[in-house]
């Protein structure tokens, strides 16, 4: 069991808020500190860095899961995938069927991609929390809002960005700024400086 009550490692990256946060923030700040932390794992083994945690009703993290394509030489699997892998396979877990997610909640470091969106749609998730979004690839607005698209048997899902929004930029830059050693001609990157200025977010978070 991992609830709020428990001491998670706080970003040095989050911004103060001018008034009190919601307790519903707090809680949000808690477990995306938990996908940061699989973020930074992902990050140490040489993977983009973004990880997750899919959290239950009663406040437990029922999987945790951090990017895997270079190591296993898989484009699929990103950290959502990985952490629904492990929740539909899992013997001591009983999740509602035809729809597993429905009663949890995703939180991201990075806006899930349309891949990851759209499977999370499918099976029903309750809800995504994420810190950045994904200009390039993103399903929750970045690209295209799968979450919200009309369809006649699958529920839009609320999806909300900017917890721990600093650190997963960040993380990213660093990232992108080392060689790829498993690249066919790498980049020297040398002379790469890392930017630590974040440029505004699309909406302001909710309850910050």
């Known amino acids: 069991m991992c609830s709020p009550s428990q001491q998670s490692q706080p970003s040095p990256f989050t911004s103060p808020t001018q008034t009190p946060p919601s307790p519903q923030y707090e809680t949000?700040?808690?477990?995306?500190?938990?996908?940061?932390?699989?973020?930074?794992?992902?990050?140490?083994?040489?993977?983009?860095?973004?990880?997750?945690?899919?959290?239950?009703?009663?406040?437990?993290?029922v999987a945790s899961a951090r990017n895997r394509t270079n190591e296993l030489r898989n484009a699929t699997r990103?950290?959502?995938?990985?952490?629904?892998?492990?929740?539909?396979s899992s013997p001591s877990l009983s999740l509602p069927r035809p729809h597993p997610l429905s009663s949890l909640t995703l939180y991201v470091t990075v806006e899930p991609c349309i891949m990851c969106s759209s499977a999370l749609r499918q099976l029903e998730i309750s809800r995504v929390v994420?810190?950045?979004s994904n200009p390039r690839f993103g399903g929750c607005g970045g690209v295209w809002a799968v979450n919200e698209l009309p369809h006649p048997r699958e529920r839009a899902y609320e999806a909300l960005e900017g917890y721990g929004r600093?650190?997963?930029?960040?993380?990213?830059?660093?990232?992108?700024m080392t060689e790829n050693?498993?690249?066919p001609?790498?980049?020297?990157?040398?002379?790469?400086?890392?930017?630590t200025d974040i440029?505004?977010?699309?909406?302001?978070t909710p309850g910050s």
């Not at 990103?78 to 539909?88: K, M, Q, R, T, V």
């Not at 600093?166 to 992108?176: S, V």
């Open 28 to 61: 949000d700040m808690h477990y995306i500190n938990l996908a940061l932390a699989q973020a930074r794992e992902a990050l140490d083994a040489g993977e983009v860095p973004v990880g997750c945690v899919f959290v239950d009703s009663e406040g437990e993290v």
């Open 78 to 88: 990103h950290a959502e995938l990985e952490a629904i892998d492990h929740l539909l």
């Open 130 to 132: 994420y810190g950045c």
């Open 166 to 176: 600093e650190e997963a930029i960040l993380l990213l830059r660093r990232f992108y």
């Open 181 to 183: 050693i498993k690249a």
């Open 185 to 195: 001609t790498p980049k020297s990157k040398a002379r790469r400086v890392l930017k």
């Open 199 to 204: 440029p505004p977010m699309r909406t302001p």
